[in-house]
């Protein structure tokens, strides 16, 4: 498998253009999460999608932040209009969910990330 | 809610060096910890998983250990090696949840 494939690798854009930013998640995967990653806040996550259904989106900076999962096999993740405060690196991650137990308790195997998107808005 | 954090920020160490990353969690009821690293450039890749009833993990030269109650965990290298350099990052998995939560991160460089 080629791993969780992002794109564009790199995108530089003016303040107020729209930007999306697009992720293949490995084959077989349920899960697929969108994180951003700067300097001053470290890793942070975004959203959270399980079978292509967002659970959590609380990390979602604000109404100019957008994502979806049409199908199992790519997301998007839609930021406008784009801030100069935008600028970050955004990485794409997947993984398997599953049931365990009698009580049917969810497990998840490691994450797998994305190359990231290396995103600078002027 | 969890917060992560890691010491040292950065580390640099000439090779040869055995050392220790330490990460710490604020609320000790977690599922899992995870270590990852990180090359300049690139994504995370997971390094290695302790479940929270466990006490130790290990894959070659990494050992990572848990200590649930002190919310603390502790990456050990040994032998460090120039291609060790990388940042390394904690993250924890809290109980009832199927999201985790970063650390920093610690830049390590390991000089030839």
């Known amino acids: 498998d080629a791993g969780v494939i992002q794109s564009p690798r790199h995108e530089v854009t003016e303040m107020g253009q729209e930007v999306t930013l697009r992720c293949k998640p490995i084959?077989?995967?349920?899960?697929l999460f969108w994180y951003r990653q700067t300097m001053m806040r470290g890793l942070e996550l975004l959203i959270y999608?399980?079978?292509?259904?967002?659970?959590?989106d609380s990390g979602m900076p604000e109404d100019r932040f957008s994502a979806k999962m049409p199908n199992a096999s790519f997301s998007t993740l839609k930021i406008q209009p784009s801030e100069p405060r935008d600028s970050a690196v955004y990485f794409c991650?997947?993984?398997?969910?599953?049931?365990?137990?009698?009580?049917?308790?969810?497990?998840?195997?490691?994450?797998?990330f994305g190359p990231g998107t290396r995103l600078l808005v002027l | 809610k969890q917060e992560v954090t890691q010491i040292p920020a950065a580390l640099s160490v000439p090779e040869g060096e055995n050392l220790v990353l330490n990460c710490s969690f604020t609320?000790?009821?977690?599922?899992?910890l995870q270590w990852f690293r990180q090359d300049p450039g690139k994504g995370l890749t997971s390094l290695l998983l302790?479940?929270?009833?466990?006490r130790e993990q290990t894959s070659g030269r990494l050992n990572a250990s848990l200590d649930k109650s002190s919310g603390r965990s502790t990456l050990y290298i040994a032998a460090s090696q120039p291609g060790d350099s990388a940042t390394y990052l904690c993250?924890?998995?809290?109980?009832?949840?199927?999201?985790?939560?970063f650390g920093k991160g610690t830049m390590l460089l390991v000089s030839p």
């Open positions: 084959s077989g995967h349920n899960s």
């Open positions: 991650a997947s993984s398997l969910q599953f049931r365990t137990g009698g009580f049917g308790g969810l497990d998840q195997e490691t994450q797998y």
């Open positions: 609320d000790s009821a977690i599922y899992n």
């Open positions: 993250a924890v998995r809290s109980s009832g949840y199927s999201t985790l939560t």
């Open positions: 302790i479940q929270s009833s466990q």
């Open positions: 999608f399980n079978n292509n259904v967002p659970i959590d």
